[in-house]
């Protein structure tokens, strides 16, 4: 696995049990493609490689794009070449920041993509690539991922509320919350599977993972304090456009994934995001530092 340190990195790891191995960023930068492909290429007797790792700054990306491509295309499009020189199977962690936000409903896997910044085309130009140089390989896209780990919307809100007894928060941005362990769990349990199936096969291309139901920022936000402190009065929360919060990359203002083909190809419905919000946050409560 490529990632060791993120969120989604992480989870795969914890759920692992010792068969997965991780390359950090000190092991191989994404950005040298040799580097990338000299490490499939020793990377001995293993089932399949999963692309973790990603240049995942959305706002730092419009100033440095060329970072942003060399990590999230060129570095997976070297890994997909070495892979299919290997035959091995390559699963790849995508967005949904690639699509414009400017359709009304949920977005299938084909359709028609248009990134607002910098981060989402050079995922896609990753995807892109991912695809056009490896026949074994599944490209998954998920959404606003949280768990206890890293830099999520859920460790936003839980820290800001410490010190603010009134939060703005965008109302007008709505997709699917998706827990990283979930998504790991999908990945590790059907790896078999990955490994197995040949060229051609349902498994290979785009595909959407992410927990069941669409949302807000500010109904996310208010499911947080509700979880995190049922008996205490929840901070105050401010509905506010996306405008309020200037930034260098637009926002899409509707990503909501589409996970039909999720359910055609594996027949899995992922369960509802407040369930695993629920877990990470008691967790989080569990953990002896705990500030929640
Ligand atoms: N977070 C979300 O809400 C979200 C939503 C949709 C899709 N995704 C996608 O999901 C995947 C996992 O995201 P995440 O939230 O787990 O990301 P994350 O927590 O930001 O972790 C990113 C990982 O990539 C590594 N990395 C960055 N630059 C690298 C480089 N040059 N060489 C090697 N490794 C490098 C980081 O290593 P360091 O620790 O050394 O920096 C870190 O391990 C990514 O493909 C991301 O695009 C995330």
């Given at each position: 696995?490529?990632?060791?340190?993120?969120?989604?990195?992480?989870?795969?790891?914890?759920?692992?049990?010792?068969?997965?191995?991780?390359?950090?960023?000190?092991?191989?930068?994404?950005?040298?493609?040799?580097?990338?492909?000299?490490?499939?290429?020793?990377?001995?007797?293993?089932?399949?490689?999963?692309n973790?790792?990603?240049?995942?700054?959305?706002?730092?990306?419009?100033?440095?794009?060329?970072?942003?491509?060399?990590?999230?295309?060129?570095?997976p499009?070297?890994?997909?070449?070495?892979?299919?020189?290997?035959?091995?199977?390559l699963i790849h962690i995508s967005?949904?920041?690639?699509?414009?936000?400017?359709?009304?409903?949920?977005?299938?896997?084909?359709?028609?993509?248009?990134?607002?910044?910098?981060?989402?085309?050079?995922?896609?130009?990753g995807e892109?690539?991912v695809?056009?140089?490896?026949?074994?390989a599944a490209v998954i896209?998920?959404?606003?991922?949280?768990?206890?780990?890293?830099?999520?919307?859920?460790?936003?809100?839980?820290?800001?509320?410490?010190?603010?007894?009134?939060?703005?928060?965008?109302?007008?941005?709505?997709?699917?919350?998706?827990?990283?362990?979930?998504?790991?769990?999908?990945?590790?349990?059907?790896?078999?599977?990955?490994?197995?199936?040949?060229?051609?096969?349902?498994?290979?291309?785009?595909?959407?993972?992410?927990?069941?139901?669409?949302?807000?920022?500010?109904?996310?936000?208010?499911?947080?304090?509700?979880?995190?402190?049922?008996?205490?009065?929840?901070?105050?929360?401010?509905?506010?456009?996306?405008?309020?919060?200037?930034?260098?990359?637009?926002?899409?203002?509707?990503?909501?994934?589409?996970?039909?083909?999720?359910?055609?190809?594996?027949?899995?419905?992922?369960?509802?995001?407040?369930?695993?919000?629920?877990?990470?946050?008691?967790?989080?409560?569990?953990?002896?530092?705990?500030?929640?």
């Amino acid at each position: 696995m490529f990632g060791a340190t993120g969120q989604l990195a992480r989870e795969v790891l914890v759920r692992g049990d010792g068969r997965v191995r991780a390359l950090s960023r000190a092991d191989v930068d994404l950005a040298d493609a040799s580097a990338v492909r000299r490490a499939v290429e020793r990377a001995g007797d293993v089932d399949l490689v999963l692309n973790a790792a990603a240049y995942t700054a959305v706002d730092k990306a419009e100033s440095e794009a060329d970072q942003a491509y060399a990590v999230n295309a060129y570095g997976p499009e070297a890994m997909a070449r070495a892979c299919a020189a290997r035959d091995l199977p390559l699963i790849h962690i995508s967005t949904d920041m690639v699509f414009s936000g400017a359709k009304a409903g949920a977005y299938a896997e084909d359709d028609p993509v248009g990134p607002p910044h910098v981060y989402g085309a050079s995922k896609l130009a990753g995807e892109e690539a991912v695809l056009a140089n490896a026949r074994r390989a599944a490209v998954i896209r998920i959404s606003w991922v949280f768990s206890t780990h890293g830099s999520n919307f859920l460790h936003l809100m839980l820290r800001l509320a410490q010190t603010n007894p009134t939060l703005k928060v965008v109302d007008d941005q709505r997709a699917r919350p998706t827990a990283a362990g979930d998504v790991a769990d999908f990945i590790l349990g059907h790896a078999a599977r990955f490994a197995a199936a040949p060229a051609g096969a349902p498994e290979w291309g785009r595909l959407h993972f992410a927990n069941a139901g669409v949302t807000s920022r500010v109904e996310m936000a208010a499911a947080i304090f509700q979880l995190a402190w049922p008996d205490r009065p929840a901070p105050e929360i401010e509905p506010v456009p996306t405008s309020a919060f200037p930034a260098a990359a637009r926002r899409a203002l509707n990503t909501e994934l589409d996970t039909r083909r999720l359910e055609q190809v594996f027949g899995l419905s992922p369960r509802p995001w407040r369930e695993p919000l629920a877990e990470v946050i008691s967790q989080l409560q569990s953990e002896p530092r705990a500030v929640v």
